[in-house]
């Protein structure tokens, strides 16, 4: 399988690109500049930038990008609409790496993550851009998306159990009552959704068992 990862040298793109690596896919990492991943070819060019020539032959393609200052949290939008209308139309698939913030709290969907009293009021406004982005990518008809949002304690550093519940749109606990992954495991589910395909159109969560 052939697969691209854009914004690969970014955490999580890097361990996403390892674990596609070791199970045998053929991995090209998207970078702006030296590419730091374990990944057989690199496009370097900007995400902004790239071209449905670029990105033309891949099984998928996943977006690992990441903004977090102010100035730049609009940019959750306007990348994944870009990568959106450079995949427009075919079968490439793209893979969202997403946000914990946008998953609900109650059976109705009328309430998020975010919402809650103790959410801390500095990740409020990251939340509520990546939360913008997906609903905008919910109404694309025409890309073959999946979106994947990571437990509400998304650790960088966290352990690679090989272990995961894979969920759905509301925020799922694990047996001992946590909402916790590391980026590793978060990485296994996302090849394994790669590999799969079973989730088109849909947002997904995942959760360490």
């Not at 939360?131 to 008809?141: D, M, Q, T, Y």
Request: aromatic fraction near 6%; charged fraction near 25%; hydrophobic fraction near 45%.
């Amino acid at each position: 399988m052939k697969i691209a990862v854009v914004c690969a040298n970014g955490k999580a793109g890097q361990l996403i690109v390892k674990e596609a690596v070791d199970r045998g896919f053929d991995v090209t990492a998207v970078v702006r500049g030296e590419n730091k991943t374990s990944a057989q070819s690199a496009i370097v060019k900007d995400l902004f930038d790239l071209t449905a020539a670029d990105l033309a032959g891949f099984d998928a393609v996943v977006d690992a990008f990441g903004a977090w200052a102010p100035e730049t949290l609009p940019q959750h939008s306007t990348s994944l609409a870009h990568l959106c209308d450079v995949l427009s139309g075919t079968d490439t698939r793209l893979l969202v790496v997403g946000g914990a913030g946008s998953l609900y709290v109650n059976a109705e969907h009328t309430a998020c993550v975010s919402d809650g009293a103790d959410f801390p009021e500095i990740f409020k406004p990251l939340a509520s851009a990546m939360a913008k982005a997906l609903g905008e990518l919910r109404e694309r008809k025409d890309v073959k998306w999946t979106y994947i949002s990571p437990a509400g304690d998304f650790q960088a550093d966290g352990e690679r159990s090989g272990k995961y519940i894979l969920a759905g749109e509301e925020l799922t606990l694990n047996s001992k009552g946590e909402s916790i992954i590391s980026y590793a495991d978060y990485a296994i589910a996302m090849v394994d959704e790669i590999k799969k395909g079973s989730h088109i159109g849909q947002r997904i969560s995942v959760v360490r068992e």
